[in-house]
């Protein structure tokens, strides 16, 4: 289903909206990739603190954290099902002002739990429900704030206002690797594992509550209020478009996390390390990221969604390999290692920039918000959500410490062949 998106247009907007539109739907989405890098950053801590009873290994605590970091994941497309369907009925607004306090909620409590030492088997449950409850907002908020962007984009810059969504994603990574590597340096390895893990997570009270009040200043958007009551399409053509679109962007989602999100405990549990190595490491490649992403997204609006993307997962394919072995290599500089991070990073982006615009193009405004929200929701939580717990547990077995590049090359070879029935240039952008 790729047919132009009915009453996307938003002529009736004034210009003021599009830009509070802009920053209530990119505030969300800092604070939810926050929080997962967060979660990645300092998961051998997290790991150590919450599951490793007496008699337990470092390997087996890492992949329980990881298969808590998935299990958030999974509860994403049970979010986009529930918000999205909601978002579809009673607007975009409320929706969004719900998922935020969700969040803001979940991400806070993981702050002030009980570690494995204090409350024994409880604790890895209790921070087990607490990701479920972060899978469920995070489900609802991809739909909503791409809708809300793209819905009050002016004409011919979808594109580019749908990339702020994944600009936004950047600068989430980025800021949760900023507090990690600063907390990393003032406190102690004793003092961080003991009770600094917790500030970032209670740092998102504020960021939560600044989010909060711009979302309940938003207006709905000119689409919903026009179109929201017009027949939607059979759900057999919304299915088939909510698994193409997932298949289109599943090399960005599990590229992205392994190269910015699951790359820091790659380098300390495999490659040996520091933490602050990792983070530095982490930090270019989210550099590299951010950087092509709104590029990107505005050369789509010129040039088409399907050339952009389809040049970034070609690239993944044939580059991934090439620069895990140069991270890999004792004789390889720092400065060559961080330059092969950072073009890691930029060539996810070129995905990622279009990608929210080509998503919601894909969708009539009647079920934009489910579509759209469930097609990225599913291919994180297969494709991203699994990637610590795939790639650790692969390099556990096998001993082959090849396997991220592998996993990225080979979702952005699936998502190559799908990008390629994008028709025309790949956006439907004009005149619709």
Known sequence: MTAPVHGSDPRAAR?????????AGSVGNFIEWYEFGVYGYFATIIAARFFTPEGGSEAEALVK????????????????ALFGRLGDRIGRRPVLVAVIVLMTAATTLIGVLPTYATAGALAPWLLTFLRVLQGLSAGGEFGGAVSVMTEFAPPGRRGLYGSWQSFTVALGLLGGAGVAALLATVLSEAQLGDWGWRLPFLLT?????????????????PS???????????????????????????????????????????LQSTLHA?????LVATVLANLGFAVTIVPAGLLSDRIGRRPVMLTGALLVTALAVPLLNLLQGSGTSNAVKGAAVFVAGAVVGL???????MLSEMFPTSVRYTGLGLAYALSN???SGCAGLIITETIKRTGSVDIPAYYAAATCAVSVFALATLGGNGHSDQGS
């Open 65 to 80: 954290t990881y298969a808590s970091f998935a299990l958030a994941f999974f509860f994403r497309p049970v979010g986009a």
């Open 274 to 278: 520091t933490f602050q190595q990792a």
């Open 351 to 357: 995905m990622a920039g279009p990608g929210p615009a």
């Open 15 to 23: 210009p003021g909206h599009s830009r509070r539109a802009l920053l």
């Open 224 to 266: 919903f209020t026009r179109e929201h009551r017009l027949d939607s399409p059979p759900g057999r053509e919304v299915a088939r478009a909510i698994a193409l679109g997932a298949g289109r962007i599943m090399g960005w989602a599990a590229a992205g996390y392994t190269f910015l999100v699951v790359l820091p405990s790659y």
């Open 381 to 383: 939580a297969v494709f």
């Open 205 to 221: 009270l504020p960021l939560g509550l600044g989010a909060l009040w711009l979302r309940l200043r938003l207006d709905e958007t």
